[in-house]
């Protein structure tokens, strides 16, 4: 399992460290490593600084890029993710389960930015007692333990241990959330307004060939609700999915099934939240569960079929001589044209030897960024139904560099109001037979929003 | 204490005013010093100096202050051992507070105090907390318990702990059984062999019960837990899997591949024709590419998994090519896994788009990712026969592109393209040859130089090319070194006359200025055969060459199935088996797949055979390098032995006297005719049987190995050539002779292959005066009629000639029958007629039998015999596992036979061997109930594939014989019967 855990700033300076087992950063590591830090002192700690050490040097300070994302030095395996300018390691000698280690690690930076925002060095400094109680409490000699942050703000919180004198049952109930079936949740939540949320948020993603032929799409998509609900609601969520609706259509033959069938959706895979009964989904493909108090993501999907796909890109590149480019990009909305797109954002890869643009847009704002070797055309509102275009002439300088330019993919970024996967969500029924509120008293919320994910066409 | 003088003054400065903080009566400002200390800690300073003073900030009951000072015991208690006992006590008390949350915190902390004195104080208060009340406290005590082994492991067994820790797989409490199975599944790696957990239907119901009900992390440690399980029958099996399988809609990837762990090794057991099977396998392809959406780290981790699941089940992902496509911004190490699948993954359906895409590809700006991609495309070129000429004209373009590393990748992979299809893109070799300059990569060096040696009678000025490249001879690497030694002897070949006098040149700068041996006795044997014998040296250095296989870099089949053991660990993304980076004993134990449904039967044992085959020839799959040592580091080799013959010839060599090495051969070889073939085994050593040799294995790479794989095969090769050498290279042999040249490769030459002694086949009585014995062998690849002709008559016979029959598998004579000289009176001449295959057939009753005419001065006499069907066994008779498996399962049942062999004493390793002399291959072994399990294949002349099964139990002289085939051959037995006998 996990023997470590470090958390570096960008230097590669340690900023929070905590060894469970102390196979890592032995003898191996020594001899491989010469001095490095100098601040490095006694016998003491310098078993586990080892291996400090050793990640710093081989992957922080690295002269290339890093490779890949597990790296063996000297029989020790180091796990790392990079949040902002944060590197979070984990250590083993054993042959743990990696993805494990990884979703860990995730699950750990979720933690902690439920607890004090944005992951930066700063607030790490500032909150190290915190995050050391807490790797304290969700890893145990490098088993993870409970993890969800609703549980655990019931007895670890940033103005220290909460009820300095719980009472005995409050104490008991504590454990038995913490350990117990529904560790998400905990008793008796009230709330004067019954409240849910939900918002159904897809990235569109596209691969295309510069003819306009697909070469890859699919929609990731993601239910996030909030809900504010009292005591423990049982929940069920349906959708239009191909699947159930066919099982009905096959059922009752009505004619509202048959409708709605022309709808549904075909989804490739989905993974749920762990208050879902998978169970139940598995043998009736019913989504029913209790739900966390506050935030949470309750399902992902992928789609591939039948998407919608809300912007077309079409290129046209032409090489004039040696030194000259020719770039015409026109985008077509596709989409109803009562709908709007926002946050239009066209990315024009240049060449390296890039000496100046002129640029011509009917519409919105472009704009050559060097740095970022790029055109970027901006456009803040679309609606549907309707296409806009850029040209754009590119002069270069010569250069007597054999290979040629790669030509990296246009990109593109928006956001629509609609699922492109044509997700549409049926019904969330909330049932709580102990408490006197009904499905109906509750205020229910839906939003669709599609946004692009990878959406590229290549030129 | 302090290494530097400066550091030393702040620490103590420090120190100094930290201690006095924490000695301080305010509450607030204990806290604050002790989370400085921390601080102090953190960063890497020693804070050691404090101890006693943070330790008695322990009493209080503010829980914050007390996590922090625990923080600091943790970190310093190991090396402070006899302060540390002085916080024992708090410890002991904190374990008896009301406070569930306490109590688990007291048990926590106390484990991670690595003190072996405090660990006898430990005891008490850890019993009653695994049998405390609140879940929290028993679930964090579950995990004591293993960190209490890991300190000290006897005191644990003492204790009785591990019951306890038994029993808790039975709580009521989902996370405390997580958490147990976690502890005792730890514990268990350390011991292999005991029983600890033992899993019964009965607790694995309790387990799935659980999984139900836990945390995410609490699934995983059921799930992997699980995957050690093996079903007794495959009902329990698919009810496993059916209540696994929900598991794969989890939002966590470490969930759902720790599922797909348990599906793909419990699907072994699941009979093919099982609808459920097929359902299973349909489940597992959504979850799988849905990984590819996580965050790119688990993506990574995925990719090697699903690299892995591909191998063993390409089935699954076969219709989700696209998903694998990469996309511009993936990190490298996602686009080359990505690229890898691709190419596993190509097929004469998707090859186009697979195309198009690796094309674009090739112009990305990562070096590695592009040659890669080049790579790939000859890859698919190979796989995919159809899509060779699109491949080779993209390739062609990419050269145009004259990227260096593109052009050098391109050439690399176009040699391969022309082993695979012979005489068909020579046409681009002139493209090639403008890039000459440009090659400044040994690979791509040898490479072009192969290509022209290969085709130097298509290259007008193949001399002049390979000319320039001898220029700076030394300063090659040893692979262009022998690659060009090679090039030049093929041209010399074709082209003798104007290049004789390169062909010396690159002769001696190998035998006399080269210190490489490899080298040194490669140009040897290169100027031996030349000199002798040109005819035969063009056999052997112009021999056809095998073909290349279709797939490369493939994990060695007994490594894949321990690694699909292993999916989702570290073990999976490194590709290698756990023994290999872990430490100790853990995780040494090796993970088998489990067999397949009824493995009691024999349909479809080989594939459990190749399971449990650790001591089994690696098969005939090239596995890359990296695989290779992984794969070393996992069969216990014997040091292979060069006993017997061999090192006198190669000395012989090194020491470059031509004339010695000679009589050296010479002499070899009537030791060699002499010996008889009871002793074959010992002599069975010299050919370079896989089995022993597995570097040998390195093959086709094509020059390409490593020096060190090369030079057993070589060694080895000193051995085989004496047998083959007096008969002027028969073709079989020249054949393998410039394998182990030209390849690096082996092609057995089993020496040992049993002869029947001789029998009297025609009685002096019956054919006036002509006595004729005789028995049939198989020697060096050549099936021989060995005769003595006796002459009891009073006149001399002369004029002899023989004719056969027409019989079963075509036997007739290769030659006239060599009796030379006239047989006087009472004089008996030996004589051998080798025999070939051509000749007419006529199915025999029985099947072996021979009828033969036989013609002298005084007239002709008819007799018959029958021949030893092993006679009949080619050597290339070894079947490909995979083919072995498919080929048993696909023959009918009636067509087989059984019988016993009675009598026989040798173990199956030995009767392994030993049938091996008479080209019976043992395919896999598997050991059942002390029953070792040999399967075996041979090959007969006339393309006739027969599989055998060979049950030995230890102690019973009596072999069980099963033997199959797609044409009914029931004589199988007799031959089989007579080999054994032989023993």
Known sequence: ????????????????????RDDIGEAGLKAEQPIISRSVPKPVSCLKRNAVDAFRVNVIHARQQVRSPVTNIARTSFFHVKRSNIWLAAVTKQNVNATMVFEFLYKMCDVMSAYFGKISEENVKNNFVLIYELLDEILDFGYPQNSETGALKTFITQQGIKSQVPTKEEQSQITSQVTGQIGWRREGIKYRRNELFLDVLESVNLLMSPQGQVLSAHVSGRVVMKSYLSGMPECKFGMNDKIVIDKQGKGGGSEEAAKSGKQSIAIDDCTFHQCVRLSKFDSERSISFIPPDGDYELMRYRTTKDIILPFRVIPLVREVGRTKLEVKVVIKSNFKSSLLAQKIEVRIPTPLNTSGVQLICMKGKAKYKASENAIVWKIKRMAGMKESQISAEIELLPTNDKKKWARPPISMNFEVPFAPSGLKVRYLKVFEPKLNYSDHDVIKWVRYIGRSGIYETRC | MCDFPFFSLVCTGEIFELKAELNSDKKEKKKEAVKKVIASMTVGKDVSALFPDVVNCMQTDNLELKKLVYLYLMNYAKSQPDMAIMAVNTFVKDCEDPNPLIRALAVRTMGCIRVDKITEYLCEPLRKCLKDEDPYVRKTAAVCVAKLHDINAQLVEDQGFLDTLKDLISDSNPMVVANAVAALSEIAESHPNSNLLDLNPQTINKLLTALNECTEWGQIFILDCLANYTPRDDRESQSICERVTPRLSHANSAVVLSAVKVLMKFMEMLPKDLDYYGTLLKKLAPPLVTLLSAEPELQYVALRNINLIVQRRPEILKHEMKVFFVKYNDPIYVKLEKLDIMIRLASQANIAQVLAELKEYATEVDVDFVRKAVRAIGRCAIKVEQSAERCVSTLLDLIQTKVNYVVQEAIVVIKDIFRKYPNKYESVIATLCENLDSLDEPEARAAMIWIVGE?????????????????????????????????????????????????????????????????????????????????????VVLAEKPLISEETDLIEPTLLEELICHIGTLASVYHKPPSAFVEGSRGVQHKRLPGSAGSGESADSPDTGSAAGV??????????????????????????????????????????????????????????HRTDTPQSPQLSHQSPSPPDYSPTEVGPGDHAGPVKARSPAMGAGFGAPPTAMPASFPPPVSGGLDDLFDLGGSVGMPMGAYSPPKS??????????????????????????????????????????IQFNRNSFGLAPAGPLQVLTPVGPNQSIEVALPLSTVGPVMKMEPLTNLQVAVKNNIDVFYFSS??????????????????????????????????????????????????????????????????DMLYQSMKLTNGIWVLAELRVQAGNPNYTVTCISKERCVHQGSSYRSNMLEF
């Open chain 2, 866 to 931: 029958q021949y030893p069907i092993s006679m009949l066994f080619v050597e290339d008779g070894k079947m490909e596992r995979q083919v072995f498996l498919a080929t048993w399962k696909d023959i009918p049942n009636d067509n087989e036979a059984q019988f016993q062999i009675k009598d026989c004493h040798l173990n199956s390793d030995a009767a392994s061997s030993k049938l091996q002399g008479s080209n019976v291959f043992t395919i896999a072994k598997r050991t059942v109930e002390g029953q």
């Open chain 1, 1 to 20: 399992m996990i023997g470590g855990l470090f958390i570096y700033n960008h230097k590669g300076e340690v900023l929070i460290s905590r060894v469970y």
């Open chain 2, 455 to 539: 085709y130097a009678e298509r290259i007008d000025n193949a001399d002049e090319l390979l000319e320039s490249f001898l220029e700076g001879f030394h300063d090659e690497s040893t692979q262009v070194q022998l690659q060009l030694l090679t090039a030049i002897v093929k041209l010399f070949l074709k082209k003798p006359t104007e290049t004789q006098e390169l062909v010396q040149q690159v002769l001696s700068l190998a035998t006399q200025d080269s210190d490489n041996p490899d080298l040194r006795d490669r140009g040897y044997i290169y100027w031996r055969l030349l000199s002798t014998d040109p005819v035969a040296a063009k056999e």
């Open chain 2, 760 to 801: 009297i086949w025609l009685p002096a009585m019956k054919a006036k005066g002509l006595e004729i014995s005789g028995t049939f062998a198989r020697r060096a690849g050549v099936i021989q009629m060995e005769m003595t002709l006796t002459n009891k008559a009073m006149s001399i016979m002369t004029d002899f000639a």
């Open chain 2, 615 to 672: 001591s089994e020839a690696p098969p005939a799959v090239i596995p890359s390098q990296g695989d290779l040592l992984g794969d070393l580091l996992n069969l216990d080799l014997t040091p292979p032995t060069t006993s017997g013959p061999p090192p006198a010839p190669s000395s012989g060599m090194q020491m470059g006297a031509m004339d010695l090495l000679g009589g050296g051969l010479d002499s070899l070889v009537g030791l060699l």
